[in-house]
């Protein structure tokens, strides 16, 4: 029987249909295949590497090498003239997919019984490798929305059926992996944590390949290398973001996020460990948490419509400060209650996080048009730039300082290998206090970056619904629903989680 032949536009090219938004949905799920590990990297050099406190150093060391990673290899992509068969964008792609296998592994080769000196080595080119990788994966993959269609249509279902790639590609991992690189007592099992990356990448690859195949560019890409563009002066870039409100309020609100989420996501793997003591009930309520965000998402548009994006931010701040209050109430010697207790605590707090997070992105193309409004410039790549450094070095000081304080309330060193007479953490040896006392850390961490985004939000923010009017009046641009609201990266997704 003949293939039936796909129907054409007028340039002759696939006409965009579903299968364009699964397929792009499938390049978001195989990023967070890779990515989703991330949040085990804590656990996995501490308690089976054994690097302690050098891990928090160095974690903020490789944050500001990813900093500083994305728009070194975004300037290599950009500068790449060479004639694709298809499209350059997924050729890099396709390479991206095949290194995340290797740097994903790399990431968690269980060398325990290594001297210190080579942990270090293997932790740093581990991460190295695969956050560049990861880099040529993800970046061109960004890029790709705008190619695949210029109809605001179609981008904004590519949007939502990214947004929905990458949840689905957060739970599943959250909710199989407690399952997998555990052992009986709760400790972690690095050959098992090891084996889970290899997969993850090999998956990830899998769901590339779909991408790539399914992918029909029918934008036209070319442009004038010849095209003479105005010196970056960064002493001045850096001097017009400070001065743009918006952007550094929304900046702050999300280096709130990172800090507080991510350091408590380091701290919440332990308390499972020791509090709780269920790891494979800890990816259920992780994902439990975050039905509040899939009941908002539907809603978000009209809401925004409706109320402002500040104002609902703010709105959703204020319910992350009441979830977070709400988790420092603790039943005496862990009663079943407190366990309830948690979860209804998170689903207020996440709700309150999803709430700004649908927003966020959005909020910072809002700060782009005001440094326009302001200054006559638009400076898109510079706003952008810069506070995608903050929200990356937020990254790693969230759970560096979290590993700090976690050792100052316990979470030591307290285990000797009696061959090699290295230290590591066992935690089937931490007291009941120090569980109690990262249990209350947990709640500090969450109630920090409530904080923090209601301060960014509220107090630094300026641009209100009806301010947000006058400028987009100013301006000369027609604001319609369908452009308030943005897709949300891996890195989001996996606070939401």
């Given at each position: 029987m003949a293939k039936h032949a796909p129907a054409l536009d007028e340039n002759g090219k696939r006409k965009f249909s579903i299968r364009d938004s699964v397929a792009y949905a499938a390049g978001d799920l195989g990023c967070n295949m890779s990515f989703a590990l991330k949040g085990t990297m804590a656990l996995f050099w501490t308690q089976v590497m054994g690097l302690g406190l050098w891990y928090s150093l160095l974690l903020v060391i490789v944050q500001v090498w990813d900093a500083i990673n994305d728009p070194l290899i975004g300037t290599i992509i950009d500068a790449d003239?060479?004639?694709?068969?298809?499209?350059?964008?997924?050729?890099?792609?396709?390479?991206?997919?095949?290194?995340?296998?290797?740097?994903?592994?790399?990431?968690?080769?269980?060398?325990?019984?290594?001297?210190?000196?080579?942990?270090?080595?293997?932790?740093?080119?581990?991460?190295?490798?695969?956050?560049?990788?990861?880099?040529?994966?993800?970046?061109?993959?960004?890029?790709?929305?705008?190619?695949?269609?210029?109809?605001?249509?179609?981008?904004?279902?590519?949007?939502?059926?990214?947004?929905?790639?990458?949840?689905?590609?957060?739970?599943?991992?959250?909710?199989?992996?407690?399952?997998?690189?555990?052992?009986?007592?709760?400790?972690?099992?690095?050959?098992?944590?090891?084996?889970?990356?290899?997969?993850?990448?090999?998956?990830?690859?899998?769901?590339?390949?779909?991408?790539?195949?399914?992918?029909?560019?029918?934008?036209?890409?070319?442009?004038?290398?010849?095209?003479?563009?105005?010196?970056?002066?960064?002493?001045?870039?850096?001097?017009?973001?400070?001065?743009?409100?918006?952007?550094?309020?929304?900046?702050?609100?999300?280096?709130?996020?990172?800090?507080?989420?991510?350091?408590?996501?380091?701290?919440?793997?332990?308390?499972?460990?020791?509090?709780?003591?269920?790891?494979?009930?800890?990816?259920?309520?992780?994902?439990?948490?975050?039905?509040?965000?899939?009941?908002?998402?539907?809603?978000?548009?009209?809401?925004?419509?409706?109320?402002?994006?500040?104002?609902?931010?703010?709105?959703?701040?204020?319910?992350?400060?009441?979830?977070?209050?709400?988790?420092?109430i603790i039943t005496p010697d862990n009663t079943g209650l407190d366990l309830l207790i948690y979860i209804l605590c998170q689903l207020v707090y996440s709700l309150g996080l999803g709430i700004y997070s649908t927003v966020s992105w959005a909020m910072m193309g809002d700060a782009i048009d005001y440094n326009e409004w302001k200054t006559g410039k638009r400076e898109e790549g510079v706003v952008y730039s810069l506070h995608s450094f903050f929200r990356k070095l937020a990254q790693g000081l969230g759970p560096a300082a979290a590993l700090l304080i976690m050792n100052s309330l316990g979470y030591v060193n307290n285990a000797v290998d009696p061959e090699t007479g290295e230290a590591f953490i066992d935690v089937t040896l931490l007291s009941w206090d120090v569980a109690v006392n990262l249990r209350i850390l947990v709640a500090a961490l969450f109630l920090v970056a409530a904080v923090m985004q209601f301060i960014g939000l509220a107090l630094v923010y300026n641009l209100d619904k009806k301010t947000l009017a006058k400028m987009n009046a100013d301006l000369g641009r027609d604001v319609e629903a369908d452009d308030l609201l943005t897709y949300t990266t891996a890195e989001d997704s996996d606070n939401l989680a």
């Open positions: 003239k060479h004639k694709y068969k298809r499209n350059k964008f997924l050729a890099y792609i396709w390479f991206g997919s095949i290194g995340l296998i290797i740097g994903g592994a790399m990431c968690f080769l269980p060398f325990p019984k290594a001297p210190v000196w080579a942990k270090i080595i293997i932790f740093i080119a581990g991460y190295v490798v695969w956050d560049a990788f990861y880099t040529i994966a993800n970046g061109p993959y960004g890029s790709l929305l705008s190619l695949i269609s210029k109809d605001p249509a179609d981008r904004a279902s590519l949007s939502a059926w990214r947004s929905i790639g990458s949840m689905v590609g957060n739970m599943l991992p959250m909710v199989i992996l407690p399952f997998i690189i555990y052992n009986e007592d709760e400790s972690l099992n690095g050959g098992r944590v090891f084996l889970a990356a290899l997969i993850m990448g090999a998956l990830g690859f899998i769901c590339f390949q779909f991408m790539i195949k399914n992918t029909e560019i029918r934008v036209d890409t070319e442009i004038n290398v010849n095209e003479e563009r105005p010196k970056f002066n960064v002493l001045l870039a850096l001097k017009n973001f400070v001065t743009n409100r918006p952007a550094v309020g929304a900046t702050i609100a999300a280096m709130g996020m990172f800090i507080g989420m991510q350091g408590a996501a380091t701290a919440v793997s332990v308390v499972f460990q020791i509090y709780f003591k269920n790891t494979e009930i800890s990816g259920i309520v992780q994902l439990f948490a975050m039905i509040p965000i899939l009941l908002f998402t539907p809603l978000a548009r009209k809401m925004v419509t409706k109320y402002g994006k500040k104002e609902l931010s703010v709105f959703g701040a204020l319910f992350s400060i009441i979830g977070g209050l709400g988790l420092f």
